[in-house]
């Protein structure tokens, strides 16, 4: 099958929604707003848990996807 990524949730009740209809990988503010890599590294240091996967984009910012 194809996988797909959700992305712009913004509010724990889209989350529930899109989850409740199937989706399983999510990307939005909901989770974290996009950061400069070296305030990423600190925070992952910390706080990077097994289902979070890296996503590079564009101007040196990093975000992350949440796969339940």
Known sequence: GISSLTEGVETEI????????????FQGYYFAK??????????????????????KIKNAMLTYVYIP
Do not use: H, I, N, T
Request: with cysteine; hydrophobic share 50%.
């Open 14 to 25: 889209q989350y529930k929604q899109l989850s409740g209809r199937g989706c399983k990988m």
């Open 34 to 55: 996009p950061m400069p890599v070296e305030d990423f590294e600190v925070f992952a240091a910390f706080m990077l848990l097994p289902w979070l996967v890296l996503k």
